[in-house]
């Protein structure tokens, strides 16, 4: 499992625009909106798509202006026991 989060900035006039094709990507959760055009949102990996290609899509989202990761968390690696705690 991965799984990032971050903020994106965008435009306010064109956020609910951008929030229509971040939810369109694979794995995107929008969890806050600041109101001035910043957005909370967190990418996890699921069957079929890898999180860095739904984070390479973020960047082409008409309106995203930044993105500043905050968290990333990954259990690859991990024995199957380890995971779990």
């Known amino acids: ?5 971050m903020i994106l900035r ?13 939810l369109a990507i694979p794995g995107v959760e929008v969890h806050g909106d ?5 957005l ?3 990418v996890e990996d699921g069957d079929g798509y890898k999180l ?3 984070i390479t899509r973020l960047h082409d989202v008409d309106g995203v202006v ?3 990761l905050v968290y990333e968390y990954s259990d690859n690696g991990l024995e199957t026991g ?3 705690q």
């Open 66 to 68: 930044a993105i500043s």
């Open 40 to 42: 909370v949102v967190t």
């Open 10 to 22: 965008t435009r306010p006039e064109r956020i609910d625009r951008v929030r229509g094709q971040l």
């Open 1 to 5: 499992m991965e799984l990032s989060s």
């Open 82 to 84: 380890e995971a779990r």
């Open 34 to 38: 600041a109101g001035d055009g910043r």
């Open 52 to 54: 860095s290609d739904s």
